[in-house]
């Protein structure tokens, strides 16, 4: 079926550096893309989305960019702090009923001091 | 408001046993879903509603069963725990046409 996939498992930032994570999808249909971030023992967290008519979004101290050519989204954080340590997640959404999301496997970032 | 509520927190079942995993919101959101999280995975989806007596399957639904009898509560079911359903268990919620879901603390669960 569908799937949303990303690159790297574990991205080591030094802190204040900008940090890029990215994430592969392969459902063409998808009309929106998600950012989600979990920090140890919690629920996901909503961080940004991007329709798939756009090719960039920015948020607070988050952007988002989308190339629909090659399936790829990325989420850029800038002067990345302490507090940006957790596990981060893509995820698509599909025209379909239900609001229904497909997460891609996570990308786990530590920022060292 | 609470947000989205999950209990227990921690289950430790044996292989067989069935239990319920209680989600509750406060925030008026019609929909509302169940997924789990294998560790260092994603999250993948049980079960979904998207209104009160309205329900339907998700990616891996085998195992469990839901119900929502009302907008606020939509609980989980384990019939016949099995060592393959020991995962933690997200619970969440959002408003139609929404793409921020508003998940709970989670439930880890392990069948042993």
């Known amino acids: 079926g569908e799937s949303v996939g990303l690159h790297l498992p574990t991205l080591s930032v030094q802190e204040g550096d900008n940090s890029i994570i990215n994430c592969a999808y392969s459902?063409?249909?998808?009309?929106?893309f998600i950012w989600y971030k979990q920090e140890s023992g919690k629920g996901p967290q909503f961080i940004i989305d991007?329709?798939?008519?756009?090719d960039k979004r920015q948020g607070q101290r988050v952007t988002v960019l989308l190339n629909k050519t090659v399936k790829h989204l990325s989420l850029q954080i800038a002067a990345t702090q302490p507090g940006d340590s957790a596990v981060y997640f893509c995820?698509?959404?599909?025209?379909?009923?239900?609001?229904?999301?497909?997460f891609g496997g996570g990308t786990r970032v530590l920022v060292k001091p | 408001n609470a947000g989205v509520t999950q209990t227990p927190k921690f289950r430790i079942l044996k292989i067989g046993q069935s239990m319920t995993l209680q989600c509750t919101q406060d925030?008026?959101?019609?929909?509302m879903y169940w997924y789990r999280q294998d560790p260092g995975m994603g999250l993948k989806l049980i079960y979904y509603?998207?209104?009160?007596?309205?329900?339907d399957k998700g990616e891996v639904p085998n195992g469990y069963n839901v119900s929502r009898s009302t907008t606020e509560d939509f609980p989980l079911r384990l019939e016949l725990a099995a060592p393959s359903q020991t995962s933690v268990y997200f619970c969440?919620?959002?408003?139609?046409?929404?793409?921020?879901?508003?998940f709970g603390p989670g439930t880890r669960l392990t069948v042993t």
């Open positions: 969440a919620s959002t408003l139609l046409g929404e793409n921020e879901q508003y």
């Open positions: 459902n063409s249909a998808s009309d929106y």
């Open positions: 991007i329709r798939s008519n756009m």
């Open positions: 995820a698509e959404r599909a025209r379909t009923a239900g609001n229904k999301l497909t």
């Open positions: 925030m008026n959101h019609n929909y």
């Open positions: 509603s998207v209104g009160a007596g309205i329900t």
